[in-house]
């Protein structure tokens, strides 16, 4: 439900800035709401699965009250995005490909880069920042890796609490981040290799599709 959410939510925020920048209200996104939700039931089969176990009304109010926080956090009135949901994908090596979509690419008139992702949990809680900025990083690699240029700004919006996470990236940083990643591609390949996937519980498994033929939870 969560994730199905998300999608509505980020669905609605595209479609925004696809209308005349003076006429973004939230009276607009409102509007939107239950079409895209109408478009999402009867061409998804994920949700078409969820529909007996979900109680509509309170599903919509869910989402409706985080856009209404968007709305709280940003005037989408006060700029013009240049991408949004941006396609990156790089070949780190000959055995290593990453990809992924940036929710929305802002770039200044004097050519500065903001990389934004909208997240619609709750905040990390002090200390676990870090962690969270990974993927936009990531992002931040592929942007520079594609066009030479370092994004400047790198903004977690978390509608869940309405906080905002942002940080300056350096090349440090996204030298890091790449470290990382071929890192975790070794142990895959290794993994692989071996027929050998360890399973590795954590809070988050609350939250798994898969919990139910994991061997974490089934042995």
């Excluded at 478009?39 to 009250?65: C, H, I, W, Y």
């Amino acid at each position: 439900i969560d994730a199905i959410r998300g999608t509505l939510v980020h669905s609605v925020l595209e479609k925004l800035f696809s209308y005349p920048r003076n006429e973004r209200v939230f009276a607009l996104a409102e509007r939107d709401l239950n079409p895209l939700w109408n478009e999402m039931k009867e061409t998804r089969g994920d949700v078409k699965e969820l529909l007996p176990n979900l109680q509509e009304d309170e599903f919509l109010l869910s989402a409706f009250t985080l856009l209404q926080r968007y709305f709280e956090l940003e005037d989408p009135k006060s700029f013009e995005p240049s991408e949004l949901e941006t396609h990156v994908e790089i070949d780190l090596s000959e055995t290593l490909l990453i990809h992924g979509y940036i929710d929305r690419l802002d770039i200044a008139p004097t050519g500065e880069i903001r990389i934004v992702d909208y997240k619609t949990g709750k905040s990390p809680k002090p200390g676990w920042e870090e962690k969270a900025l990974f993927q936009l990083r990531v992002y931040a690699l592929l942007y520079w890796k594609s066009t030479g240029v370092l994004p400047r700004l790198l903004q977690l919006i978390y509608l869940g609490d309405g906080r905002m996470v942002k940080s300056n990236p350096t090349m440090k940083d996204i030298e890091s981040a790449e470290k990382v990643l071929h890192r975790v591609a070794k142990d895959i390949f290794i993994s692989m290799e071996k027929e050998y996937w360890p399973p590795k519980p954590s809070r988050l498994c609350d939250w798994c599709f898969f919990k139910s033929i994991c061997p974490a939870h089934n042995s």
